[in-house]
């Protein structure tokens, strides 16, 4: 990114890089060529979304997907964003008349932030500072003096220099304010800056040190009383947590040039520290008169200023670091949670536990409309169990309930009896119900909404939170849409990261999920609508009061009725939103209205034989590539699929109800409930998650745990070891893993390498059931009695 410039500028040259460098540097991060960066970067910039770019514009991508085009587009955003901020920097330093070729150069030249701010840090507005104050006294020359001829004496130069007027009374004072303006100049340097910041980020030391008397207070941060590790080498939880326990005042933070415990270790690398500053402005100590003063001053430097600055500026590294991993984590949870299985369109009941306040009721039909609601006490201190049974049993059998839906709230275990008990009451020649435990997360903040008030005008609001623990059962990404991504507990340390970066991150998560599987435009709620590509809020509430106006939309067409719903908005959403059953046939599927005329052709030349029984390449044309043609061939053998996968619960056993009932070696079934950089938190229905620590989570190294499980992923999983007083459980999904001795170590096999799982057999994988067949596979039959197939 260079550019060809004048000797000596009076104004900035253009700063902003051509869009050319931009894309040929993100194409050269991603490793794809150029010009599928330039695609994509047209298309966004022409108002398409990411979603639509990833299904129905392959051809001019190259293919991306959307993992791709959500990280091109990050990097669009902060490569535009240090040009704009790079053009401030230039018209800002061009204003003061300090603005060089060869500083512009260096300008132009900044492929970061951080090294264009280094650049820009000593022409920045500021309070006046001692340097300042110095120059102001005439002590520039001084200090220049010095540098120049080390051979001066540094009292009888500084002797010339006193300044009555400044408070610069005698040579002590005026050599004080010589060394500040050096102190400042190494301060300032920016190659200074990037040598030493990357070799403490390498080779320093991240300190933590517990606060005096917060011993006590602050044992959640025991881990870290005396702790330090190099920062290049630190995981994103492990600087959360630092920064957390420093923020609750139990933890100081400090950074060292080397190990703090290794005092020659420490020396050694402080003086090579303070050698690079002396260097760096010049001195040398070679016995002349003003070397010793010099040395002392590069010292100073060091230890006053420069450490303090890259001190700050590590710590700002290491927590966009850990925010990084931190929210790719969280948005990783949240696309198995939004893309667990569905249970479908079944009646079910839907239970929020409670104890004094008496367990909330709702059953909803199999399209999620409320039809019955109640409150039953069956626990202390009411205790009416056997009136709470007889309230569910009618329920139950009045409206053929197939599911029992059960928050993991409070008294989640004993309301799991009661629906137990429950399903033993109804007659055995009667389908019986399956009971599951739900999260309830994130259901309290729907109640209170002014969505759920819009929803269920008129109910209770202790009411809707059963409401909504029924419906994620039955369609956990319809349901879950409604709750800001934050409240549904899938993130770890996500209060501190920051909140612009982590919500456009679960937006995008929550886009790409809902656009993935499809929306039934005749059904779907305004929040599910509103998360369409070329959707949104306001055209969501359009779409819903036309469809409550006109009913059912019989075509994909007739969204361009919708008010505000124009060309480009129904280009971006008309392939993610599905008819069932309407005029179109193809309008159930997910092959856009732009390509049904590629559609019926293929449907005519495949006439009762599966599409992919075809060539794709036969139905290439200038519009439709290949891409386009295999997707409509892949989506027309099973239309209407869903991308999901066949539903399956985990089975608490019975009489397993609290911590103290767990037994270290017992084999439990459960369901991951969040997944995390050091491991996987599993639900065997406690009422507290057990921790599978990475090493546990399989018989190889694991690097990321998301290889090897998900959020919302059946299990079985064994106990090592359960504290209810500290309320920690810790598990394996190695089955055959030893079993530590009480209050012993937890045993290792000597066969495997440090830091890595031991060897053994590989944990039993628990069958899940085939996946059905897509509900929406007559839509082929559809067709042809359309007059579109044999």
């Not at 994103?236 to 950074?255: I, M, P, Q, T, Y």
């Not at 009416?384 to 309230?391: G, P």
């Not at 504290?723 to 530590?740: F, G, H, N, Q, Y």
């Amino acid at each position: 990114m260079t550019t060809q410039l004048p000797s000596a500028p009076s104004t900035p040259a253009s700063a902003t890089t051509p869009d050319s460098a931009i894309h040929a540097q993100i194409a050269a991060e991603l490793g794809v060529k150029t010009w599928q960066v330039k695609a994509a970067v047209e298309l966004l910039d022409g108002g398409s979304t990411v979603p639509f770019i990833a299904r129905y514009r392959k051809e001019a991508t190259g293919t991306l997907d959307d993992t791709q085009l959500r990280e091109l587009d990050e990097r669009l955003r902060y490569l535009r964003e240090l040009e704009d901020r790079r053009r401030t920097v230039l018209e800002a330093i061009a204003a003061q008349g300090q603005l060089t070729a060869q500083l512009q150069t260096a300008i132009l030249a900044a492929d970061t932030k951080s090294r264009l701010e280094d650049i820009y840090l000593p022409f920045k507005s500021k309070r006046r500072t001692k340097a300042q104050i110095a120059r102001e006294a005439g002590l520039e020359p001084l200090a220049d003096a010095l540098l120049r001829r080390p051979d001066l004496d540094p009292e009888r130069e500084a002797a010339r220099y006193l300044n009555a007027e400044h408070s610069i009374g005698d040579a002590a004072a005026a050599l004080a304010g010589a060394r500040s303006i050096l102190v400042e100049r190494a301060a300032q340097d920016p190659d200074l800056a990037a040598t030493l910041r990357e070799r403490l980020w390498a080779q320093g030391r991240m300190v933590s040190r517990v606060r005096k008397g917060k011993e006590a207070e602050g044992q959640k941060f025991a881990d870290y009383f005396e702790f330090s590790q190099v920062p290049s080498g630190m995981p994103s939880h492990r600087v959360l947590a630092l920064l957390r326990g420093e923020k609750d005042g139990v933890l100081e933070l400090d950074l060292a040039e080397a190990d703090p415990n290794n005092d020659a270790a420490l020396t050694a690398a402080r003086a090579r520290y303070e050698a690079a500053v002396a260097r760096c402005l010049g001195v040398a100590d070679r016995g002349r008169p003003a070397d010793a003063w010099l040395m002392q001053t590069a010292e100073f430097a060091w230890r006053s200023r420069v450490l303090a600055r890259l001190t700050s500026d590590l710590r700002g590294r290491m927590f966009a670091a850990a925010e990084d991993e931190a929210v790719r984590v969280f948005a990783a949870n949240l696309r198995d949670v939004l893309l667990a299985a569905p249970a479908g369109n079944r009646a079910t009941l839907g239970l929020d536990p409670g104890l004094r306040t008496g367990v909330k009721v709702a059953v909803v039909d199999g399209t999620g409309k409320v039809v019955a609601t109640d409150t039953v006490y069956p626990h202390a201190p009411a205790r009416k169990w056997d009136e709470a049974l007889a309230t569910l049993v009618g329920l139950a059998q009045r409206h053929n309930v197939e599911l029992v839906a059960i928050g993991n709230g409070t008294a989640s275990r004993e309301t799991d009896k009661l629906a137990a008990e429950l399903i033993k009451l109804l007659p055995a020649a009667e389908k019986k119900p399956q009971k599951l435990v739900v999260s309830e997360a994130g259901a309290s903040v729907y109640s209170a909404s002014a969505l759920a008030a819009a929803e269920l005008p008129g109910m209770d609001v202790s009411l809707r939170g059963a409401v909504s623990i029924a419906r994620r059962l039955q369609d956990p990404l319809a349901e879950l849409v409604k709750i800001d991504p934050k409240s549904i507990g899938v993130g770890q340390y996500q209060h501190d990261v920051t909140a612009s970066k982590l919500d456009r991150s679960l937006d995008a998560v929550v886009e790409d999920c809902v656009n993935a599987v499809g929306v039934d435009v005749n059904t779907a709620s305004p929040a599910l609508l509103s998360r369409v590509a070329g959707v949104g809020p306001l055209l969501s509430e359009n779409i819903v009061a036309y469809r409550n106006e006109h009913g059912p939309f019989a075509k994909r067409s007739e969204l361009k009725k919708v008010p505000r719903l124009g060309a480009k908005a129904f280009e971006q959403c008309a392939g993610f939103l599905r008819i069932t059953g309407g005029a179109e046939p193809l309008d159930a599927s997910s092959v856009h209205p732009e390509a049904y005329s590629v559609a019926r052709k293929i449907l005519v030349a495949a006439g009762s034989a599966p599409a992919s029984s075809l060539d794709p390449r036969a139905f290439v044309d200038g519009t439709f590539g290949l891409p386009t043609v295999q997707d409509i061939l892949a989506e027309l053998d099973k239309p209407g699929r869903d991308p999901r996968p066949a539903f399956a619960a985990a089975t608490f056993s019975e009489g397993i109800e609290k911590i103290s009932d767990l037994r270290p070696g017992m084999v439990l079934e459960g369901t991951v409930t969040n997944v995390a950089a050091f491991g996987a938190f599993v639900d065997v229905g406690v009422h507290q998650d057990g921790l599978v620590h990475v090493s546990a989570l399989a018989n190889r190294f694991v690097s990321d745990p998301r290889e090897v499980v998900k959020s919302g992923q059946v299990v079985r999983v064994k106990v090592l070891e359960a504290d209810p007083e500290r309320k920690r459980i810790s598990l394996t999904l190695r089955l055959d893993d030893e079993v530590p001795p009480p209050g012993g170590p937890r045993p290792r096999n000597q066969n495997a390498e440090p830091g890595r799982a031991s060897a053994g057999k590989p944990p039993a994988a628990r069958p899940q059931p085939a996946k059905p067949a897509p509900a929406d596979t007559a839509m082929a039959e559809a067709l042809r009695r359309a007059g579109l197939g044999k």
